[in-house]
């Protein structure tokens, strides 16, 4: 499975004519380039050493992320720049961020180095998802073992946000043609395009960001078959916003989707900024963590609960259906043979629809999720005229709560009926028991939670709930 790629790294373009379809750039750069200060340490997108920033076309400018080698496919490098540590420090001068990682003692063991100061290098030019952005945050996709973070949050505070000069490499990144297809793997630029190979190719695996799919290669040793790259699809990046809602290409990443989700609503917006590590949210996408159907993607339980609809597209077919539909058990989605994920659409909640977005997870940072729970709830002269409340962790798929919404449908806005809404909770879901959490504990944080939210809109204290919500 190869095929011809070419991309700029440091301006020069670099021409790999075998280009496997799941051939990870990090061990491109490492054993073939030689880059070597890009590390290995998970080979799984959590840890960050194998930081890199990717360059593409934005009109006249460069735009750069942050993203994760090790999950990166070679294909995906197509088209684009690379930037790795070693192009900071060119001639033996150190970069700004460089310097002042020596200058506030930021690296001890130095493994986890490379991936901090590219990180922050990004921050420096102003890249994806670092705009006005705490340095904490910007590097919420690094692990350092030895530090304790200080230092570096130090060294990242000292360099302040310049953007960088890239008019060179605007010509340039326009000469490359890109490659639409190799052997084993194709890289189509239209939804059209997608649509045709797919019905051709109904079995084929298609590949967003890579950040779940790429560890089933770096974990699972997965042979993937034919693959197909969608993430230089312009028809579905495209972002719609108007007064009945938002309408996400499902090729639209975290980072370019965030601010429109915190405009829908703010705990959107804060969801997202927990989704992963800014490497991860720089590549994965909103269709790709639909798609895959995990019934621990933060993203699902919350449009469930907003009444979002998936658009899902067959050749010039195309259908609309609920999104809680999509996901009939573990592993099972609606999903015909060549059918792909267009786009979801996510109603604007009304003036007065109590909205409340929590996940719950053992560490604040980059972390998945022991329970996701997410409501709509609206109340008018007193009572509850309607409830959606969905859960992801608790079940084989993102589900609604049936039995706890109907216990709130109709009833007084009160204590008494939060309370046989939270009990309803245990006819609804069969939590599992495993390293993130008991199925007791799962049950018991999941009925916490709408009791927090009622106790939060009617005024009550909620030091008592916050100790519950804590302790399980």
């Excluded at 790259?229 to 990046?237: H, K, V």
């Excluded at 159907?293 to 899902?312: E, V, Y």
């Excluded at 109590?354 to 996940?359: A, G, N, P, Q």
């Excluded at 079940?395 to 009833?411: D, F, H, S, V």
Aim: aromatic share 6%.
């Amino acid at each position: 499975m190869t095929g011809t790629v070419r991309f700029l790294l440091d301006g020069e373009i670099v021409t790999i004519d075998d280009a496997q379809a799941t051939a990870s750039v990090l061990d491109l750069l490492r054993y073939r380039l030689r880059r070597t200060g890009t590390k290995e340490g998970c080979a799984e997108g959590d840890c960050g050493a194998c930081t890199v920033l990717l360059g593409e076309l934005d009109g006249d400018a460069v735009a750069w992320r942050a993203v994760n080698a090790c999950i990166l496919f070679v294909p995906m490098l197509d088209g684009k720049a690379l930037r790795t540590v070693e192009s900071l420090s060119a001639g033996g001068k150190l970069h700004p961020v460089q310097r002042e990682m020596v200058e506030c003692h930021g690296s001890q063991c130095g493994f986890c180095t490379p991936g901090f100061v590219m990180s922050l290098y990004g921050r420096s030019i102003g890249s994806a998802g670092t705009v006005g952005e705490p340095v904490a945050d910007v590097i919420a996709g690094n692990l350092c073992r030895c530090t304790g973070y200080g230092p570096i949050l130090d060294a990242g505070a000292a360099v302040p946000p310049s953007p960088c000069d890239d008019s060179a490499l605007v010509a340039t990144l326009r000469a490359l043609s890109p490659q639409v297809a190799g052997t084993g793997w194709f890289a189509p630029r239209t939804a059209d395009a997608l649509a045709a190979l797919l019905v051709d190719h109904p079995g084929a695996r298609i590949v967003a960001g890579g950040t779940d799919v790429g560890l089933w290669v770096t974990k699972q040793y997965r042979d993937l078959g034919t693959v197909i790259f969608i993430g230089d699809i312009p028809d579905l990046a495209a972002i719609g916003e108007d007064a009945t809602g938002l309408r996400l290409g499902a090729a639209v990443r975290y980072t370019q989707a965030r601010a429109a989700l915190a405009r829908l609503h703010p705990d959107l917006g804060e969801l997202v900024r927990r989704i992963g590590g800014l490497q991860v949210r720089n590549a994965g996408t909103i269709g790709g963590n639909i798609a895959n159907g995990s019934p621990i993607g933060d993203m699902p339980p919350a449009l469930i609960a907003l009444g979002a609809t998936l658009t899902l597209r067959r050749g010039d077919a195309r259908r609309t259906i609920p999104l809680e539909s999509f996901f009939k058990a573990y592993g099972v989605q609606d999903r015909a043979p060549g059918e792909f994920v267009e786009s979801v659409h996510v109603p604007r909640p009304s003036a007065g629809t109590i909205v409340r977005i929590v996940k719950l997870s053992k560490r604040f940072d980059s972390d998945i999720s022991a329970v996701c729970g997410a409501f709509a709830i609206t109340v008018g002269g007193g009572r509850v005229t309607a409830a959606r409340i969905a859960f992801g962790g608790m079940a084989g798929t993102p589900a609604r709560a049936a039995g706890c919404e109907a216990a709130l449908l109709g009833q007084p806005w009160t204590e008494a009926t939060v309370e046989a809404a939270a009990q309803a909770l245990g006819q609804d879901y069969t939590p599992l028991t495993d390293a993130r959490g008991s199925s007791a504990y799962r049950l018991a944080v999941a009925a916490n939670l709408l009791r927090r939210l009622w106790a939060e809109q009617s005024g009550e204290a909620t030091s008592v709930l916050d100790g519950a919500l804590a302790d399980g």
